[in-house]
């Protein structure tokens, strides 16, 4: 068990409708991550909070956005859904922001657009 | 720009052979390398990292890999593999002044009896 808390584990749903996923990082780590994985993209980094602010963006969609609580835990929030946003997405946490540190991941969120 | 390649998609193994699953690597600066380990329906899991100094690092299930900053590689080795070992292996690079975390597109390593 990583520590690191995701739900729910599987959430089914229909093109243009609106989602939340939530994560719950590691007790004391500061720094949350999200990435898609996909079949066709293999495992994309969405983008980084650290102690409540945005740190890092990667490939996140417009309809996409993401935010980290005082409590440290992160919601991502998918709009619009597509068919082609079904995918696995992960969250990971470390304690702080070093280069160095390794990531913790939680057991995914399963979404399907249908 | 920060990226990471694993050129094959699968690696197939005989049980007790060693195994090799390759990582190629492009950052500016010194990097640091990771490799994790994903089992069907989990997370990704942390088998070791090259931050310094000596080029080959040992990790978690005996695994070690062998960073060569010439070739630019971070190669993922085992010398005996288990039927168990078999999953999905991403390799990873982060470079010094980059938050971003690049994982490569994963090889599945199947471990035959």
């Known amino acids: 068990d990583s520590g690191v808390t995701q739900t729910p584990k599987h959430l089914i749903t229909a093109t243009g409708q609106r989602v939340t996923l939530r994560c719950s990082p590691r007790?004391?780590?500061?720094?949350v991550y999200w990435y898609q994985q996909s079949l066709d993209q293999g495992l994309q980094f969405l983008i980084q909070?650290?102690?409540?602010?945005?740190?890092a963006k990667g490939n996140i969609l417009e309809r996409f956005s993401a935010q980290q609580f005082p409590d440290l835990h992160s919601e991502l929030n998918l709009s619009s859904l597509e068919l082609g946003d079904s995918a696995l997405y992960f969250c990971?946490?470390?304690?702080?922001?070093?280069?160095?540190?390794?990531?913790?991941f939680g057991s995914g969120t399963q979404l399907s657009v249908l | 720009a920060q990226s990471v390649a694993q050129p094959e998609d699968q690696v197939n193994v005989a049980e007790g052979n060693p195994l090799t699953v390759k990582c190629t690597y492009s950052v500016s600066g010194n990097p640091y390398l990771f490799w994790y380990v994903q089992y069907p329906n989990r997370g990704l899991q942390f088998l070791l990292k090259y931050i310094t100094g000596d080029n080959l690092v040992k990790g978690s299930y005996g695994f070690e890999a062998e960073f060569n900053k010439s070739q630019t590689s971070f190669h993922l080795k085992k010398p005996s593999a288990l039927v168990s070992d078999s999953a999905l292996y991403f390799c990873?690079?982060?470079?010094?002044?980059?938050?971003?975390?690049?994982f490569g597109s994963g090889t599945k390593l199947n471990v035959k009896p």
């Open positions: 990971a946490s470390s304690a702080r922001d070093r280069g160095d540190e390794k990531l913790f």
């Open positions: 007790s004391g780590d500061l720094s």
């Open positions: 909070y650290y102690n409540g602010e945005e740190r």
């Open positions: 990873a690079v982060r470079g010094h002044n980059f938050n971003k975390f690049y």
